[in-house]
């Protein structure tokens, strides 16, 4: 790691350690609020909306494999604030699109005055029609992750026969949402749409649309794995403490070798799975052959270690684990959320499969 990258580790480990409290994400996530308006303001400040953009477009062109670490994080903390998803997810169809698409959001999403999502990968796409000599744009999506923190919607339409990417501004009339608290703390949202088509937001056509769907749900894929690694790393931790500070007989419980084994179990676990998703975002990086099959290997691994170790740091801090106030629960709960986004690790598998033997 460069010392540019980790310097920007360090200085959002500092700001995460030192801003991002548990009990205020809890009263925050109490009071309704699917994100805090501070924290984004203050991503923006420290330039962490412009790490996915080219440097010619105003960011600073890192890579996935640079914003692993970030990503981390974020999970580790049990941030809900939607930064990935709009930076690197939705930032990276825009950048595929037109000089024309870019100049229109690109400013926005470096800024922070928009913050766009994404629609799970098996969400239908909406439908423009002509309706009475004006083509308008509908459609329902049930369930758009973050979809009550966002300003834009990254969404696919099927219009004159073709799929197209667009971004649709959530603040329109005849745009509406229903948004409800999802498990892990965030905000989801379903979403109707009935508005005129504006062929001005339209970000990708066609081939290049079809080629941009397969790149975003890939890439969303590594953003997940690279989330559930952080959960992971921040259930072992918690669990470390807990073992080291409860007493038992006498004897703190971290003493007990039948305990000291199932730490390291769960040691070994992150860091086999922290390694193969730092291997796949490098993969991905250097747009290597088998980046496809690493991406999936490596969110199906995710899935099944994350579950695995944030149940064994529920099963050792025993009953206080279960309550809203401990946050070590929360791991679990995202992690369970992060197994279907952007799909369910079963299609990961059955797409692997595929891939090792067409």
Not at 261 to 279: F, G, K, N, P
Request: proline share 4%; hydrophobic share 45%; net charge negative.
């Amino acid at each position: 790691m460069s010392d540019e990258k980790q310097m920007l580790r360090d200085s959002a480990e500092r700001f995460l350690r030192d801003n991002y409290d548990f009990a205020d994400r809890q009263a925050s996530v109490n009071a309704g609020e699917g994100m805090d308006a501070n924290h984004w303001r203050a991503f923006s400040e420290m330039g962490w909306t412009a790490m996915a953009i080219p440097e010619n477009a105003g960011g600073f062109g890192f890579g996935l494999a640079d914003i692993a670490p970030l990503i981390e994080l974020f999970g580790q903390y049990l941030v809900r604030e939607p930064l990935f998803e709009s930076v690197v997810l939705a930032g990276g169809v825009v950048i595929a699109g037109s000089q024309a698409a870019q100049e229109r959001y690109l400013p926005g999403i470096i800024d922070g005055s928009i913050i766009a999502t994404i629609p799970q990968a098996t969400a239908a796409p909406l439908m423009a029609a002509s309706d009475s000599g004006q083509t308008r744009l509908h459609g329902d999506l049930q369930f758009v992750p973050s979809g009550g923190s966002a300003t834009h919607l990254l969404a696919q339409v099927r219009y004159e026969e073709q799929l197209h990417w667009l971004m649709l501004d959530l603040e329109l009339p005849g745009v509406s949402r229903s948004s409800y608290p999802s498990h892990d703390g965030r905000r989801g949202a379903h979403i109707a749409v009935d508005v005129p088509f504006d062929q001005a937001s339209l970000l990708l056509s066609g081939a290049s649309a079809d080629l941009a769907t397969q790149a975003l749900y890939q890439r969303a894929m590594l953003v997940a794995a690279a989330e559930g690694v952080g959960a992971m790393q921040g259930a072992l931790d918690l669990t470390v403490e807990y073992t080291r500070q409860r007493e038992q007989f006498g004897q703190p419980l971290a003493s007990f070798q039948a305990l000291q084994h199932r730490m390291a179990s769960m040691l070994i676990q992150t860091e086999l799975t922290r390694s193969l998703v730092l291997a796949a975002c490098k993969a991905w990086d250097d747009h290597a052959d088998n980046a496809v099959q690493l991406a999936l290997a490596a969110k199906a691994k995710v899935d099944a270690a994350a579950r695995s170790v944030t149940q064994e740091a529920i099963q050792m801090h025993g009953g206080i684990a279960t309550t809203e106030e401990y946050r070590v629960g929360h791991y679990f709960k995202r992690t369970a959320l992060l197994e279907s986004w952007p799909l369910h690790r079963d299609a990961l598998i059955a797409e692997f499969i595929k891939r090792r033997h067409p």
